[in-house]
């Protein structure tokens, strides 16, 4: 177990978390995060990987251990004082989590609203400093002049850049993404893998990245964190995952070409 250290954005210590008295998800799980550190997180569908970064924000009660965002300890928080930690941690999501029917720029604002009263989100009258960070934001990344197109008008790689900038808007500690490259063609998942890393780097903040694509955690990623049933099995830098740690991570079958891309019928191909 680690010792608290003001240092660390982010420390997970002893995390087990438990769906039933018979499965456990997560089992065990300790690390802690640097400032402007990004950990790629892989693993075998079924690993715990989803379950982790939910369980950081208490989408998913762990059963034990500890989570502590900067000095706070996030798993003792009641209602009101957790809602108030989520705001420090951006959440960029697999399927997007966009409102279709909303413009990007209301989508991106949504980002906003655990500061945002609520009369005054229904009626989408947000604060002028908030809509020029969105505007800034929007240019960021690459949607300058989109800010009127309805989600359901973008492609997938377009609809990650939203989110993106959705994330961004809440002004985080934490960048906390769910497999940000998983519906994208290869250069796509190059160019938002990209964008992810240049915005953690210009802001300064720590990430944890749920990859299935271990050639993007290598090439992106300088610290890897793999799980296999639960626990951590290899927590290094890029050049530690030999062929004898995939195996490990993913079974006898895991070469380079079976843990790397998804088939092409699994991809949108839209950017």
Known sequence: MTSPEKGYVLQVDDLDV???SEIDVLRGVSFALQPNEIVGLIGASGAGKSTLLRAIQRLVEPSSGSVRLGGTELTTLGSAELRDARRRMGMIFQEHALVDRLTVMENVLCGTLGRTGFWQAIRRTFDAADVTEAFRLLDRMGLDGYQDRRCDELSGGQKQRVGIARALIQDPELLLVDEPTASLDPAASVRIMTLISEVCAENGLAAVINLHDVP??????PRILALHEGRIAFDGPPAGLTDAVL???????????HVSRRSSDEVDGAD
Request: glycine content about 4%; aromatic content about 16%; charged content about 30%.
């Open 18 to 20: 438990r769906y039933s």
């Open 216 to 221: 993007l955690a290598r090439r992106f990623c």
């Open 247 to 257: 195996t490990q991570v993913y079974g006898e079958e895991a070469v380079e070409p």
